[in-house]
């Protein structure tokens, strides 16, 4: 028996100790993009942005993540965590972590942001600090255009406390009757159909070194505040406090007795839209004992499930602001590319007739003459994966396009170019995942319009999310079919190719074409295919391949020769590959691991994980691409796809994964994830007792920012400098 093995027998690798808590790795996730919002260096308006998106990802852990623990403890579930947690003891730690995280994110908006913003000509006025004349327009603007939309609701006897809508900012006003001397309670909900913030005209703004302020408004419930005596005629207004209120947004579909899936998420988005039971509610800090009672009571939630506000609720709306004409104070412009293998078809109208195209001017020419790879942002996907699909469309000698769609935009090219094709006569066959969460009411919508213009569309697999983004389009060319793919790590959405940086094969290999034709079968009829040629699938090889490929790495150290693996994805949770990856530790296989979120490895341990290293980049795009590189022994394999190394990816979710074959391809990778491994600038270490630190640039030397390093390179690659 090696020493290898011997040692590996006197350590329990699936000891809790070994492993962090999801749930808390994903509160240290929206802890770094907090950050980002805190950090001088990130643009003003930015900063606004991430405060933005912190409050928006809290928003969906809670109504996701909080309540399913909370379904758990009502169940009795007792089943522990792989970090040894139960489900009780998980909320009470998610709420520990939380408290000084709200506090801080709040503290430095209304004392640090607000300050800059009027520096900068951005003034968040409260209505009490208005002068006469502002009050006067807003008091105006509430009669004309808010007082009509709202609808007081009274609680009494003979009207029950009103269902309170998930996320909804209201206003718990306390009212006296002043023929009864009684105090009465009614509760204003903040229409959502009207801007959050109402700004004052120009003429209005406050005026900063002789220029007028860019934007100068107040909280739209605070109009509302200031003149609750429309709502209230006769009564005495004694006091009003806002609160706001998260449900359980969660889906539950039996999909098992669902005889048609389209009408049953249908009737579950309904419920959604109620909302299932309360899960949090944020109150304004200082409301008194017994309103903050009544509002429990009614909502049937403890004390922790109720967070204190000193400040403005929602700050989710703040992003509106990144619509202010002020480029000074946004990150600086980014064009996406179009990479140099495609710069000759920028001019041709893909709409028209493509049998005029001279030899080597078409996009399926270029795929013929080498695999391409794309990489959004930086390279444009209008000009690459979107323009390989109207080609399809368009082009007289395809015959068939088939493509998975599990989030896209509501105004898709794309989705165009598939409807197009199948006016064309082609064969078009669409998977569209109705289960992608908090996407499901547009991928609906989207499904009947492309049945309705002749498309097939296929709901996907019972008992399975289709996560994989593949396309295949299928082409007579002289006496023989060629089929062409597109695999990619990321949604065919143009919005968010903008946004996110994902990769995508496009290649016209004879072994990829077959196994996404065997896969779509697998997606659109009754198949059990077990292998496939070259991708790597789940729920049917990825898993122990993935294991398998660790594993191949500890062999090689076992024999004298090096191991090595760089692992680029967005979580890493599932506990069968965390384990393996500490037996290639402890075998001396070098680990690198770029893992933007949750990651419940612990790296650094001796013993266990002493030569594995985790670091996660936050910055201008959400890194959402999925790499995989393996050594072994100089015979180097590179994968990239859809799924991350969690359980619903491995197990639950169908997902592809395929092997970069050409060898400048697999090199362009490698230097992009030596890029994110050298960052100093926006990369954080994962420390082993849970904590990340940021890194920093050492004194004298250059700031290594992944975005901006592979912008510029980007820009070379085409002639700009």
């Known amino acids: 028996m090696t020493t290898a093995k011997a040692s590996a027998k006197e350590i329990d690798l699936n000891d809790p100790k070994y492993y962090f808590n999801r749930e808390l790795s994903w509160l240290e996730f929206n802890r770094r993009v907090l950050h980002e919002a805190l950090d001088e260096r990130t643009p003003l308006l930015e900063r606004l942005k991430f405060m933005a998106i912190f409050s928006a990802n809290l928003d969906e852990f809670f109504m996701v993540r909080v309540a399913g623990l909370k379904q758990q403890v009502e169940a009795r579930v007792t089943k522990l965590t792989a970090d040894g947690r139960t489900p009780e003891q998980q909320l009470k730690d998610i709420n520990d972590r939380l408290l000084p995280l709200i506090q801080e994110q709040h503290q430095h908006f209304e004392q640090v942001l607000k300050t800059k913003l009027i520096n900068h000509g951005i003034n968040f006025l409260e209505y009490v600090d208005l002068n006469q004349e502002q009050k006067n327009y807003i008091d105006r603007f509430f009669e004309e255009h808010i007082f009509p939309v709202l609808t007081p609701l009274a609680v009494d006897p003979s009207h029950p406390f009103p269902y309170i809508s998930n996320l909804s900012l209201n206003l718990a006003v306390v009212v006296k009757d002043p023929e009864t001397e009684e105090e009465l309670f009614a509760r204003v909900k903040i229409p959502r159909v009207l801007p959050r913030f109402v700004p004052l005209p120009e003429e209005l703004r406050q005026r900063q070194k002789g220029k007028v302020a860019v934007w100068t408004g107040v909280p739209l419930e605070q109009a509302i505040a200031h003149n609750l005596e429309y709502l209230f005629p006769g009564m005495n207004i004694m006091e009003c406090y806002a609160f706001r209120v998260t449900r359980n947004a969660d889906l539950a579909v039996e999909e098992d007795e669902a005889d048609d899936l389209l009408l049953a998420i249908e009737q579950e988005l309904y419920k959604r839209r109620i909302g299932g039971s309360a899960v949090r509610l944020e109150i304004q800090a200082g409301t008194p004992d017994d309103v903050r009672s009544m509002l429990k009571r009614e909502l049937a939630l403890a004390e922790e499930d109720i967070y204190d506000i000193d400040g403005l609720l929602g700050l989710g709306d703040l992003m509106s602001f990144m619509g202010l004409p002020l480029p000074e104070l946004k990150d600086r412009p980014w064009s996406p590319v179009t990479p140099p293998r495609l710069q000759r078809l920028q001019d041709i109208d893909l709409t028209n007739n493509l049998n005029n195209l001279e030899d080597g001017e078409d996009f399926f020419s270029i795929i013929r003459d080498g695999d391409l790879l794309v990489h959004h942002p930086y390279h444009s ?200 990856l500490y037996e290639a530790s402890r075998a001396g296989v070098e680990i690198d691991l770029i893992v933007r979120g949750i990651c419940c490895l612990r790296p650094g341990i001796k013993g266990v994980s002493e030569n594995i290293r985790v670091i996660s980049i936050i910055g201008r795009f959400l890194e959402h691409s999925r790499v995989f590189y393996f050594h072994n022994n100089g015979d180097e394999e590179i994968y990239i796809g859809s799924a991350d190394w969690m359980k619903r990816n491995l197990s639950r979710r169908v997902e592809a994964v395929a092997p970069i074959k050409d060898l400048e391809l697999a090199k362009d990778l490698q230097e992009i994830l030596g890029i994110m491994l050298s960052d100093n600038r926006q990369a954080w270490e994962l420390q082993s007792d849970g904590n990340y630190i940021q890194r920093k640039p050492k004194e004298n030397s250059q700031i290594q920012s992944s975005h901006s390093v592979l912008m510029e390179m980007n820009m070379q690659s085409v002639g700009i400098a």
């Open 381 to 580: 996907f209008s000009g690459t994966v979107q323009r390989f699909l109207t080609q399809a469309a368009y082009d007289p000698h395809v015959l068939a396009i088939k493509m998975t769609l599990y989030r896209t935009s509501g105004d898709s090219p794309i989705l165009k170019a598939l409807i197009a094709a199948a006016e064309n006569g082609k064969q078009v066959s669409v998977l569209v995942e109705l289960k992608a969460r908090f996407d499901e009411e547009n991928n609906i919508i989207w499904a009947r319009k492309l049945e309705r213009s002749g498309v097939h569309v296929v709901y996907g697999l019972v008992g399975l999310k289709t996560h994989t983004k593949i396309s295949l389009v299928v082409r007579q060319e002289e006496n023989k079919i060629r089929r062409y793919v597109h695999i990619g790590t990321g949604n065919y959405n143009p919005k968010t190719a903008k946004l996110y940086t994902d990769l995508g094969l496009l290649s016209c290999r004879e072994d990829l074409g077959a196994d996404l034709t065997d896969l779509f079968n697998f997606l659109t009829g009754y198949s059990r295919q077990k292998s496939y040629r070259q991708l790597l699938v789940a729920p049917v090889s990825l898993r122990d391949r993935t294991v398998a490929m660790i594993r191949r790495e500890i062999e090689h150290c076992q024999n004298g020769a090096t191991g090595r693996i760089i692992a680029k994805m967005n979580s890493l949770v599932d506990q069968e590959v965390i384990a393996t």
